[in-house]
């Protein structure tokens, strides 16, 4: 059933890509797939490609779509956010066949391919056809109904979970013959069960949550629709409540510091300029506050699922994962954290990203993953500062950034986004949708594009804009 279901995907995926365009695939195969298909188990051919799941088989489709359109003219320029976008598969990869593998040279050149199959299907192909596709008003608009879709589908389930029934969209999946993985294990907090509908676990799905009201916000006022629509507006509430449904601090946390940097991009003219530096002392203080954390005694804990123990259980991860990054390298100890290793380690999981980013694949990865949201930030403030015509272009751009920076401190208290991982992509595509934006009010503003000041003019489809 999993291999009928994997072909299937992939012929309607092909054909969006093919006769639709790609940015098509992306918004009504790729993203309900990282949203309602992230449970199904891919299908294992064994022919030097990914397992054929619904993500792999979208991705493989764009792929195709992309080559086939080869021959015609770049849609964005290349940014040093492209090149990081990369970088990080390379090193991945570097570091796959530096230590996971320790035999023959052959056997560490398939360690290599195999790993670069993962990025290419994984992170690559999605962040570039997100990339490209945003300049198209039609694609934004059919990415935007096919994230309401997907959302809609998911609110019911997220609410039979926390209230009544938890794993029931596991439960119905399973009863349609396909194998799907899931985390036996019902987690619950406050009294209600923890939604995580589609995803493998709480956590993971509120911190896609977190990017899916993003992109509703960024898509809805950078087309016609705009972000009055009541739609809109109520897919905007569904995600909202879908993020107090999985019950995670880590997405609570990440919620409220995307509104911080909202309000600093909004509200704060001459305060955006402050946004990276600020930022970085934030991440400064992050980095001492873990060193303390790392060199402090722990105290006995209190397991009773509150606050407390669950802030003591990330302070023992620190501790116990700590002199693994010391000596970890430019390169890490390898990506894959097996049971044997995290008994070593006496823990269940290793929650927090940039832990697992430093220990698996080094400190240049982890550095990466650091400084892609800065980036971003920076990008976005030129474009705010450059296109003075109109201020509706602001909006859609703090928001961006807000996504992008509260998703990346959510990744604190997550187990590692590797690539392919659906709460990850989507933070992926947000970033690729931010960047095109910002190089669209970027390129508006140098060639001064006068826009009545309006109503009417709010920047509904960017019209000015795509025509710079």
């Keep these: 059933m999993n291999l009928l279901f994997g072909c299937l995907y992939f012929a309607v995926s092909l054909y969006f890509a093919l006769f639709e365009g790609v940015g098509a695939c992306l918004a009504f195969c790729y993203i309900p797939a990282l949203l309602l ?25 764009m792929l195709l779509g992309m080559l086939l359109r080869v021959n015609k003219k770049f849609t964005f320029r290349w940014r040093l956010v492209d090149t990081i976008v990369l970088i990080a598969p390379m090193l991945t990869i570097i570091s796959a066949m530096s230590t996971e593998n320790v035999g023959t040279t052959y056997e560490n050149l398939h360690t290599g391919y195999n790993e670069a199959m993962k990025q290419i299907f994984g992170w690559i192909v999605p962040y570039f056809a997100a990339r490209g596709s945003f300049k198209s008003e039609r694609t934004r608009l059919q990415c935007l109904w096919g994230l309401i879709a997907s959302i809609f589908v998911l609110t019911p389930f997220a609410l039979i979970e926390m209230r ?3 794993q029931f969209y596991y439960q119905v999946m399973s009863r349609t013959g396909l194998q799907l993985m899931n985390d036996p294990l019902v987690m619950s907090r406050l009294g209600y069960f923890r939604a995580q509908v589609s995803f493998t676990h ?13 992109l509703v916000l960024v898509l809805a006022h950078t087309t016609s629709v705009g972000t009055r629509n009541w739609l809109v507006r109520v897919a905007a509430a569904c995600v909202a409540f879908e993020i107090v449904c999985s ?16 309000l600093l991009l909004y509200y704060t003219t001459t305060a955006r300029v402050m946004l990276v530096p600020l930022s970085l002392v934030v991440i400064g203080v992050v980095v001492a506050i873990t060193y303390q954390l790392a060199i402090t005694p722990l105290p006995d804990r209190p397991r ?35 049971p044997d290793d995290l008994k070593e380690l006496k823990l269940e999981s290793v929650d927090n990203a940039y832990i697992l980013f430093a220990m ?27 296109y003075k015509s109109s201020n509706a272009h602001v909006f859609p751009l703090a928001v961006g950034t807000a ?44 060639s001064a594009i006068e826009v009545p000041r309006v109503p ?13």
């Excluded at 298909?37 to 489709?61: D, H, Q, T, W």
């Excluded at 911190?207 to 899916?212: H, K, Y």
């Excluded at 802030?311 to 097996?338: D, E, K, T």
């Design 202 to 214: 709480p956590i993971f799905f509120g911190d896609a949550c977190l990017s899916m009201l993003v």
């Design 164 to 166: 009544l029934w938890p």
């Design 304 to 338: 009773d699922h509150s606050i407390d123990d669950s802030f003591y259980i990330r302070r023992m991860i620190i501790q116990h994962s700590w002199p693994l990054i010391m000596n970890a390298g430019w390169f890490g100890h390898g990506r894959v954290m097996s």
């Design 360 to 386: 698996c694949r080094g400190w240049l990865y982890a550095g990466l993953w650091v400084l892609l949201p800065l980036l971003v930030g920076w990008r976005a403030v030129n474009g705010i500062r450059a």
């Design 247 to 262: 019950l995670s601090f880590g997405p609570f946390f990440g919620f409220i510091a995307g509104i911080l940097v909202f």
């Design 456 to 468: 009417q003019m709010r920047m509904a489809g960017h019209t000015a804009l795509v025509h710079a």
């Design 37 to 61: 298909f992230r449970a199904v188990n891919g299908y294992e051919i064994k022919a030097g490609i990914p397992e054929l799941s619904a993500i792999n088989v979208a991705s493989m489709a």
């Design 403 to 446: 996504g992008v920076m509260g998703v990346a401190a959510a990744f604190y208290g997550v187990w590692a986004g590797w690539a392919g991982e659906p709460y990850t992509m989507l933070w992926l595509i947000t970033i690729g949708f931010t960047m095109s934006l910002s190089d669209m009010c970027i390129e508006a503003g140098k």
